[in-house]
């Protein structure tokens, strides 16, 4: 309610377009409203559990279904809730066919584990590894593994919220609030990466990873 109350119009001082802007007392409220996102994508959009799942259903339907029901057929969209799609499970995981394993891994809660993880902000080095690691794992395990990446992700933190523009006066240029918020200019996008791997197979899989002597620098 706070954030909403500040919110004000401005002018763009390059376009002269209308811009939607915050005005001065809604800095703090925005700040909130921001790092509550920021850490949702943290502990929740990009946990190592969930993100397993995503992969293991979305393997299960994509060869049992093909392509997802669309948006535009509204009817057979909405069909697709949680019963149906436990049901589909079932019937994949029971047919043998291409996508049983990752409907079995679903059903009975036998995702893969992470065997090798950067930080969630893996410096330049760090990233170069990984990128080397992806190589030398493909070539050692082949399909066996999984390789995950928040920059690929559809529904990764956007740098644009930081540029959201912050109203100082019929006098004054708009600002942003990364300008004006020491707090939201040092967050950074998330590029954590990871390896996933079959329970049966995640410790050696590890092991491997940590006896790479790569050069990175």
């Given at each position: 309610?706070?954030?909403?109350?500040?919110?004000?119009?401005?002018?763009?001082?390059?376009?002269?377009?209308?811009?939607?802007?915050?005005?001065?007392?809604?800095?703090?409220?925005?700040?909130?409203?921001?790092?509550?996102?920021?850490?949702?994508?943290?502990?929740?959009?990009?946990?190592?559990?969930?993100?397993?799942?995503?992969?293991?259903?979305?393997?299960?339907?994509?060869?049992?279904?093909?392509?997802?029901?669309?948006?535009?057929?509204?009817?057979?969209?909405?069909?697709?809730?949680?019963?149906?799609?436990?049901?589909?499970?079932?019937?994949?995981?029971?047919?043998?066919?291409?996508?049983?394993?990752?409907?079995?891994?679903?059903l009975e809660r036998d995702h893969y584990r992470?065997?090798?993880?950067?930080?969630?902000?893996?410096?330049?080095?760090?990233?170069?590894?990984?990128?080397?690691?992806?190589?030398?794992?493909?070539?050692?395990?082949?399909?066996?593994?999984?390789?995950?990446?928040?920059e690929k992700a559809p529904h990764k933190f956007d740098?644009?919220?930081?540029?959201?523009?912050?109203?100082?006066?019929?006098?004054?240029?708009?600002?942003?609030?990364?300008?004006?918020?020491?707090?939201?200019?040092?967050?950074?996008?998330?590029?954590?990466?990871?390896?996933?791997?079959?329970?049966?197979?995640?410790?050696?899989?590890?092991?491997?990873?940590?006896?790479?002597?790569?050069?990175?620098?």
């Amino acid at each position: 309610a706070r954030l909403v109350s500040t919110l004000a119009w401005t002018e763009d001082p390059v376009g002269g377009n209308p811009l939607l802007a915050i005005e001065e007392d809604g800095v703090h409220a925005a700040e909130g409203l921001i790092l509550a996102r920021y850490f949702m994508f943290t502990q929740v959009y990009f946990h190592r559990v969930r993100r397993a799942y995503d992969y293991h259903l979305s393997e299960a339907l994509r060869a049992s279904i093909g392509k997802y029901p669309s948006p535009s057929a509204l009817d057979e969209y909405l069909d697709w809730d949680d019963l149906k799609v436990f049901m589909k499970l079932r019937e994949i995981a029971e047919s043998g066919r291409d996508g049983a394993d990752h409907a079995r891994r679903v059903l009975e809660r036998d995702h893969y584990r992470v065997a090798y993880s950067t930080g969630e902000h893996p410096s330049a080095a760090q990233l170069r590894r990984w990128e080397q690691l992806r190589e030398l794992v493909t070539k050692e395990f082949g399909d066996r593994i999984v390789f995950d990446s928040a920059e690929k992700a559809p529904h990764k933190f956007d740098r644009s919220l930081r540029a959201f523009p912050v109203f100082k006066g019929e006098a004054a240029a708009p600002t942003s609030i990364e300008e004006e918020s020491g707090l939201i200019e040092k967050l950074e996008e998330l590029k954590v990466c990871r390896i996933f791997a079959p329970r049966e197979l995640r410790e050696e899989v590890a092991a491997y990873c940590l006896n790479q002597n790569l050069n990175v620098r």
